[in-house]
């Protein structure tokens, strides 16, 4: 076949084919446009999840006739003023989004210059342009595209139901709505209202955090930590929650590179990174991180959606946002999220979350009392409930009672009592404290041992009788290349045969330890380590390894000394609100919780 010109109403639909996926996307690239015309206020409206009609209104500078005549046209745009590929710093740039809409739908766009006392209409009925005509509207700009698709049939196949797609339309509008607090939103279906925002006035850090709670909850906002940062150009801002509240995905993770809405590996691993001490492998926190960035430094052009970008220096960009985190997460010492006491609450009383408690934001129309998810808050339930035989046989250890209320500088109180050998109740100023006592010291030993590693290492002991720890071949393979770092922790093993190894020292900070457990404990470690770790990650996981079998087991029974001293030392330390695990270390309840559970409020 000899070489030919693709007709100009075919180019647009095969862009359409990247940049308009579904309505959402459409939505995605007429608000931007939007938010690039200085617009503080923007309406959307959808029918039939957007496949019928999508309309999109704003306030910004509006269009004269000419620009009307040019803005349809494709790569015609006003945002590369000089051509300059490399700095960018408006969100849409490539002038395909409104030509590619045209050629799969009828497209109409209506326009007002801000001081003109005229308004213009442009129409595009499947690639086919139309002449501009005088038309009547306030100044700004309405885009309203209807049947979408209709010219392509083929795509509409691959669309979900309409419900579906009008929740992505939300999740899109709410992720721009972050980026931009400033602005007003809505989205709604002609006779409902899903999204409403009102445009925030004052501080930036104050009006997001507002963005915030309205979009992801209040006990996102109430258990958020505030993150600013600053490193060779980059400025990284925005919020980041408590290790405790978290979920079994990373949904709840939003983005922004220069007010883009970006999803990244490398931006996501970053926070993997910054939260690996706290969380399980198969939990991820919330937060919304906003990282500004020289435009010359990142490129915005290597995803037709833009979804994706690239920086020239990646690792500046990673280590930024995990010495950022780390820094927030060691400031917030012992604290552990609110949402904790709420399921606490919500066990206790079996109905459902307390009045006024905020649904945390899902994306899409379906939302959840979210009381550390549904799995999790089962699994807090089983976990908090009384052993068996409660009733039968004494429980409690009671302890002297104090003579007058905790001070408030003891925020974990004064030791009244252990429960099953396993949780200590304290008292406080103004309520109780509940304390896993297995969970805390775990977190304690983990935080020592990897300060003695940073220091001067840690600090190991022979032992009198070494032990032979019979392994698989493979198992003592993967220890004894391991050996010179586990050394560096204390642990000091030897092969001893192809089908063993033999432990002579190990970890001061450990005590009395099942030397044979913790072994094997490592070697399975070993196993599912993903070779791309640094060693400092790698140490990390052994760390929380030996920390758990160094810990005080669930079942020891505690004098009021040591439970004292288990509650002073996680006030001075750090990240004590959670063990490794990203479990809560401790409940608190207030004295007014209390009161509810037993109808005095």
């Given at each position: 076949m000899a070489i030919r010109r693709l007709p100009d109403i075919l180019v647009n639909q095969i862009a359409a084919g990247e940049v308009v996926e579904r309505p959402a996307s459409a939505v995605k690239e007429l608000v931007e446009n939007a938010l690039d015309a200085g617009a503080t206020r923007i309406d959307v409206i959808l029918r039939d999840g957007g496949q019928s009609l999508i309309s999109v209104s704003d306030d910004g500078i509006g269009m004269t006739p000419d620009e009307l005549e040019l803005a349809v046209e494709r790569h015609a745009t006003s945002k590369l003023p000089d051509d300059d590929l490399v700095r960018i710093s408006s969100l849409g740039f490539r002038g395909e989004a409104l030509p590619s809409i045209g050629a799969v739908s009828r497209l109409s766009i209506t326009s007002r210059k801000r001081d003109s006392d005229s308004a213009w209409k442009i129409s595009i009925e499947g690639g086919r342009k139309l002449p501009v005509e005088p038309a009547a509207h306030p100044p700004g700009t309405r885009v309203e595209v209807r049947d979408l698709f209709y010219a392509t049939p083929a795509r509409l196949k691959f669309l979900k139901t309409p419900r579906a797609e009008y929740s992505q339309a939300i999740d899109t509008i709410n992720r721009l709505a972050m980026a931009h607090p400033h602005v007003g939103f809505t989205l709604g279906d002609g006779a409902r209202t899903s999204?409403?925002?009102?445009?925030?006035?004052?501080?930036?850090?104050?009006?997001?955090?507002?963005?915030?709670?309205?979009?992801?909850?209040?006990?996102?906002?109430?258990?958020?930590?505030?993150?600013?940062?600053?490193?060779?150009?980059?400025?990284?801002?925005?919020?980041?929650?408590?290790?405790?509240?978290?979920?079994?995905?990373?949904?709840?993770?939003?983005?922004?590179?220069?007010?883009?809405?970006?999803?990244?590996?490398?931006l996501l691993g970053a926070v993997r990174g910054a939260y690996q001490d706290f969380l399980s492998h198969d939990r991820h926190p919330l937060l919304a991180l906003f990282l500004d960035i020289p435009p010359e430094a990142v490129d915005v052009n290597v995803h037709p959606a833009k979804a994706e970008v690239r920086f020239r220096e990646s690792g500046l960009v990673r280590g930024l946002i995990v010495s950022a985190l780390k820094h927030a997460l060691a400031e917030a010492g012992h604290r552990a999220s609110t949402t904790v006491s709420v399921a606490a609450l919500g066990a206790f009383r079996n109905d459902g979350p307390p009045a006024g408690f905020r649904p945390q934001y899902r994306p899409g129309p379906a939302y959840a009392y979210p009381a550390?998810?549904?799995?999790?808050?089962?699994?807090?339930?089983?976990?908090?409930?009384?052993?068996?035989?409660?009733?039968?046989?004494?429980?409690?250890?009671?302890?002297?009672?104090?003579?007058?209320?905790?001070?408030?500088?003891?925020?974990?109180?004064?030791?009244?009592?252990?429960?099953?050998?396993?949780?200590?109740?304290?008292?406080?100023?103004?309520?109780?404290?509940?304390?896993?006592?297995?969970?805390?010291?775990?977190?304690?030993?983990?935080?020592?041992?990897?300060?003695?590693?940073?220091?001067?290492?840690?600090?190991?002991?022979?032992?009198?009788?070494?032990?032979?720890?019979?392994?698989?071949?493979?198992?003592?393979?993967?220890?004894?290349?391991?050996?010179?770092?586990?050394?560096?922790?204390?642990?000091?093993?030897?092969?001893?045969?192809?089908?063993?190894?033999?432990?002579?020292?190990?970890p001061v900070l450990l005590g009395q330890t099942d030397a044979a457990g913790l072994v094997r404990d490592l070697a399975d470690d070993l196993a599912e380590w993903d070779q791309a770790l640094t060693l400092e990650d790698r140490l990390a996981h052994v760390c929380g390894t030996m920390a758990c079998h160094g810990s005080v087991r669930a079942g020891r029974r505690l004098n009021a000394e040591e439970m004292s001293a288990l509650l002073r030392q996680m006030e001075a330390t750090p990240h004590s609100g959670q063990c490794n695990h990203g479990r809560p270390t401790y409940v608190e309840l207030k004295l007014a919780d209390i009161e509810r559970l037993f109808g005095r409020r």
């Open positions: 999204v409403k925002l009102a445009a925030g006035q004052g501080e930036l850090f104050d009006i997001r955090l507002r963005r915030l709670a309205a979009i992801m909850g209040d006990s996102f906002s109430e258990n958020a930590l505030r993150i600013d940062a600053m490193r060779e150009g980059l400025h990284l801002t925005g919020y980041a929650g408590l290790p405790t509240l978290n979920r079994g995905n990373a949904q709840m993770q939003f983005l922004f590179v220069n007010g883009r809405p970006v999803k990244d590996r490398l550390q998810g549904g799995a999790l808050a089962e699994a807090l339930h089983d976990y908090h409930a009384p052993l068996p035989g409660l009733e039968a046989q004494p429980a409690a250890r009671p302890m002297p009672t104090p003579e007058a209320l905790p001070p408030a500088n003891l925020p974990l109180g004064v030791p009244t009592a252990q429960l099953h050998g396993t949780y200590i109740v304290a008292q406080t100023a103004d309520g109780i404290v509940i304390v896993d006592q297995h969970a805390a010291h775990e977190r304690l030993v983990y935080e020592r041992m990897k300060e003695a590693l940073a220091r001067d290492g840690v600090k190991r002991q022979a032992l009198l009788l070494p032990e032979v720890v019979e392994l698989e071949e493979a198992a003592v393979e993967r220890l004894t290349a391991r050996a010179e770092d586990l050394a560096r922790l204390g642990l000091v093993i030897e092969a001893f045969g192809p089908g063993a190894v033999v432990v002579r020292e190990v």
